[in-house]
């Protein structure tokens, strides 16, 4: 079974709007985290925002925030008044401490910003 | 500080020739992660150190690839002989605890 899903293989947005990039994630276990990370046509992997799941705040960092629904077991990446430089691949990956703290990704999303 | 360094950053083979790529991670993180990226898709883990063990090599494909961390700080990826299907960007990564990855620029394989 897939661990992490990511269902939008691209998404287009208007620059300077709001987008919401989804994704699930599988665990029977309590503890865990939750990671996005963007991937420039360049190639490098960048760290944009972490959520643990204890965290009772959704995780929010400059323009980036994770609404994260424990229930339903999904943390969307909210990527709010977007620029042309958002433009890259979005990862979401989960951690689970009970096996190993290995970083398990999704397929990701193509986000496209618009001018 | 530094980030995690790896090289080369570009390499050609012919098939069933070998590699090694080398991987320097940021320092004082005690866990060094290999992944394999083939395009259009997502990283998948290879292989998973702590310090100098091994944590997790369930994905590697152990009759061509090996990799090994002396020392608890370097490591070295090698893939021998190669495949067409090994042409992708492999990934070094490595953390502090269980905070996120820090990714260096990869290295990029392709295999004729």
């Known amino acids: 079974a897939q661990k992490i899903t990511q269902t939008q293989p691209g998404m287009f947005v208007q620059e300077k709007e709001a987008v919401t990039l989804d994704c699930t994630y599988d665990?029977?276990?309590?503890?865990?985290?939750l990671f996005w990370y963007k991937q420039p046509s360049s190639g490098e992997m960048i760290f944009l925002i972490y959520?643990?799941?204890?965290?009772?705040q959704n995780a929010t960092e400059g323009r980036y925030s994770l609404n994260f629904q424990k229930a339903r077991k999904s943390a969307n990446l909210v990527i709010s008044a977007s620029q042309l430089g958002d433009s890259a691949m979005y990862f979401c990956?989960?951690?689970?401490?009970?096996?190993?703290?290995?970083?398990?990704f999704g397929a990701g999303t193509i986000l496209r910003v618009k001018s | 500080e530094a980030g995690v360094a790896q090289s080369p950053r570009y390499k050609i083979i012919e098939k069933r020739q070998s590699v090694a790529f080398w991987c320097n991670p940021i320092?004082?993180?005690?866990?060094l992660y290999w992944y394999q990226q083939i395009l259009g898709q997502g990283p998948k883990l290879l292989i998973q150190?702590?310090?100098?063990?091994?944590v997790d090599d369930s994905q590697l494909p152990k009759d061509r690839f090996s990799a090994e961390r002396l020392k608890g700080v370097d490591s070295t990826l090698k893939i021998q002989p190669a495949k067409l299907e090994d042409s992708a960007v492999y990934l070094c990564?490595?953390?502090w605890g269980t905070g996120e990855l820090f990714f260096g620029e990869g290295s990029r394989l392709t295999v004729l």
């Open positions: 990956a989960m951690r689970e401490p009970v096996r190993g703290n290995k970083l398990v």
């Open positions: 150190f702590q310090n100098n063990g091994v």
């Open positions: 990564a490595s953390s």
């Open positions: 959520q643990g799941s204890y965290d009772q």
């Open positions: 665990t029977s276990d309590p503890s865990y985290g």
């Open positions: 320092s004082g993180h005690a866990t």
